[in-house]
């Protein structure tokens, strides 16, 4: 495969694992993974798994470790081993650190960063049998810049940031890569949630003016799939947003 982006398709389809990817930049990154022929799990959490769409729907919350295995058996019983994993369930939940509750906090690590720990270390142990393997986590430029209101969540965005590198070490030899992505703001449910005075703030930092389409998000995982010697990088994909990180 040297010297080449890794893509397949058909009968070398690729075994890809998306958490989060009922709807937003999940469903749009699964359904890019379906599109060139790969056979995608997608997990979803709560009653709405993607309609009318050629993706295996997986019922499984990230921060249940034995949803998170048996999601992983019933991807590897259709599909084979998992060989792309996508780590992007998450969410956030805002409140100034005064009056940000302890459960407030841990919640929203637990979610965004321990949701991506117990994902990686079930997808690797598959990975290392196989001796390939390609990891994306969905982090934030809240990770970079940081936000008011917003410490939990850039603190597990962050700390996703940390993981990566440290996998990238320790499986590096094994050819499983492991790479972030840090979205700006993205056209999804999540943006939608905002008030319109914070949706501003945000847009007036952002070079290109407008938001990511889900689409430009899927278009750097898809990359980060395919390219065996990008290590430990973290891509932004926001408009100019953190520009300086
Ligand atoms: P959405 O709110 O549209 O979707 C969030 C997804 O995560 C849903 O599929 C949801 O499942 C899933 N999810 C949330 N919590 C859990 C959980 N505990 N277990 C399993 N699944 C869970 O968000 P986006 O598509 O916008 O966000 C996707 C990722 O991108 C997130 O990690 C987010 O932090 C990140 N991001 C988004 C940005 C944006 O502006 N939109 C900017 C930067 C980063 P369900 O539908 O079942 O609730």
Do not use: W
Not at 12 to 29: E, K, P, Q
Not at 39 to 47: I, K, L, Q
């Amino acid at each position: 495969m040297a010297g080449t982006r890794e893509r397949s398709y058909g009968a070398t389809a690729r075994s890809v694992f998306v958490t989060g990817g009922n709807r937003g930049i999940g469903l749009a990154v699964a359904r890019r993974f379906a599109t060139v022929g790969d056979r995608v799990a997608v997990t979803y959490r709560g009653d709405r798994p993607p309609a009318g769409e050629n993706l295996l729907a997986l019922r499984c919350d990230v921060t249940d470790g034995q949803q998170v295995d048996q999601a992983f058996k019933e991807a590897e019983a259709a599909h084979g081993p998992v060989t792309v994993l996508v780590a992007n369930a998450g969410g956030a939940h805002d409140r100034l650190l005064v009056r940000m509750s302890e459960e407030d906090f841990t919640s929203v690590i637990d979610t965004n960063l321990t949701g991506a720990f117990r994902v990686a270390r079930r997808a690797v142990r598959g990975m290392l049998v196989q001796g390939h393997g390609r990891i994306v986590l969905m982090s934030s430029t809240a990770a970079l810049h940081g936000a008011a209101g917003q410490s939990n969540y850039a603190a597990a965005k962050a700390g996703l940031i940390g993981f990566a590198r440290s996998l990238t070490h320790e499986l590096g030899p094994r050819d499983i890569t492991c790479n972030v992505v840090a979205p700006g703001l993205t056209d999804t449910d999540m943006s939608r949630s905002l008030t319109e005075e914070q949706r501003q703030h945000l847009l007036s930092r952002t070079p290109a003016g407008r938001l990511a389409h889900p689409d430009e998000v899927a278009d750097a995982v898809e990359f980060l799939a395919g390219a065996g010697y990008v290590r430990g990088a973290v891509i932004p994909v926001d408009g100019g947003a953190g520009l300086g990180h």
